[in-house]
């Protein structure tokens, strides 16, 4: 092997690791993103294997019915029984599959039309921007739990109508974000200088653009899907939820037995830890993505 | 012989909402295949502006108001944008000031260097990649078939400027603008970029337009200079020429300014007084007159046109220009003419 060869190869175990390398270097050693991931990945698991790890069906009675003083947590129903006699415990464990889907569609529901509506305001100006940027602003000024409550009431109650409502309200937040994501981009250099070698519009939007706008829309999609996990529990709790009865939604159950709270503590307890733990663990990984990607965060 | 591009006229104006400003305020020069011209001027002149309103990628509050830019005939800014985008890269290819921010980020420099090559010249994947090894080699980047693998990042200034220059001479351009190609790099990469630039020209008989601030710049590498003021040629000479005799204020202004290697200890450095004029009114008069010692009351009310003077290819744009006793001797001392480092 020749000097220059060996050169060559000392040069190559110098070289710096990738972008994304170093990204997911950061993002691996924020303590905080870490538990957050830990949380979000038992709670997939969970929703995966629901079967298996709830000891009963969710609309299985087990217990006796009993209006006024259902019966607490024990060791054979870890989070005691519901007013109908179910197993808590077996509905919360459910309750992470809807939750989860509904966190999930609704975002892919507002990301998908954002980004579409973000890229072309952002990417062709002029008349259309300013059509669709004022539409985002009309439907921004609404607070987001209200303009769902109008589009349920709209679309009606089936839980596929509730996540497309909540995804609707991301929509403005999305769009927003890409259009100033692009807006930025395109005045930059890298951009001028693909323009000057010819390279024609679309695949100066989709190749050159779009991956350098796209970082700060991974971060809003992470914290938007802990959102629409409290938008639909919320939307459940005021009586806007899934209509199919027995549902065991997060939201709904706290919703029905919010009158009972001093009676039969464990059936608010338990849903509303498992919708703070979900959320709490979605934005964790939100702020540390966030703090990952963005260079002027990191400390 | 018709010139290769011929630019008339040329006028470039940018309306914001309070004012309009001109940037580019007529300009016409000839190029011939294969020549190198220089234009200098300050920040602001309107250098970089003419070079993207020749290729029609103006920012989008830039407006072309006037003038036409002959490519082989055709006047480029009458054709439309898909037609222009045959020419951009094919036949008319432009380097950046700042290889730093120049490169997509998020694209390996092969996949950048590889995208005027497919699309111009309807390359295959694997023939645009040995084409873009060959490219990378050829501007000076060691172990080119791994490093095409690589993200801009993983370069260093100067060598993002040899992939910069990869790019923008891959599909064999006629003529290749470059835009400052050497001010955001170290003087010692300077000169290396500019070695590389000079040498491929040479070899691919490229026509170069180098934009620049910098004297030293095109003392070196360019044949003719066109001196460059408030959006103006002021000036157009042979570069020995011009620097042997400037005979417009502006430019001898620029030369007094710069350090000279042969100059005596004790002389100073002559700054040009004032500043330049806001270019948001319109200029009645020379622009360079209310901070030239040698303007007259004509200076200040008529616009003087470039015109013959001394010789057929020396042109000024002045009602006064500067004598032969005014004239500092200065001369161009450039490695190649002297055969040893300058």
Redesign the interface.
Known sequence: MSVAEAE?KE??LE??S??GRDALDRFLHNKAAMVGIVVMLVLVLIAIFAPLIAPYETGQQVGPLDNSSPEGPSSEHWMGLDELGRDQFSRVVFGARLSLLVGLVSVAFGLTFGLILGAVAGYF?SWVETLIMRAMDIMLSIPALLLAIGLVSLLGRGLVQIMIAVGITTIPIFARLLRGSILAQR????V?????????GRRLLM??IM??ALAPLIVQATLAMAVAIIDVAGLSFLGLGPSEPGLPEWGKMLADNASRLSQATHLVIFPGAAIVVSVLGLNLIGDGLRESIDPKLRS | MTPLLSVRDLAVQFKTRKSTVRAVNGISFDLEAGETLGIVGESGCGKSVSALAMLGILPRAGRVTSGEVLFEDVDLLKLHDSQLRQIRGNDIAMIFQDPMTSLNPVLTVGRQITEALRKHLRMSKDDAHKEAVTLLERVGIPAAGDRIKDYPHQFSGGMRQRVMIAMAISCKPKILIADEPTTALDVTIQAQILEVLKQLVAEEKMALILITHDLGVVAGTCGRTNVMYAGRFVESAPTRKLFAKPRHPYTLGLLKSVPRLDAARKEKLEPIGGTPLSMTREIEGCAFAPRCIYATEESRTKTPELRRIDSDDHLVACWNPVQEEDMPHFEVVSARDEGVAG
């Not at chain 1, 005045?187 to 890298?190: H, P, R």
């Not at chain 1, 001028?192 to 024609?200: K, M, T, Y």
């Open positions: 060559v040069l190559h070289q710096p990738s972008l100006g005045e930059s250099d890298y001028l200088a693909a323009r000057s070698l010819g390279v024609p190749v050159h991956p350098n």
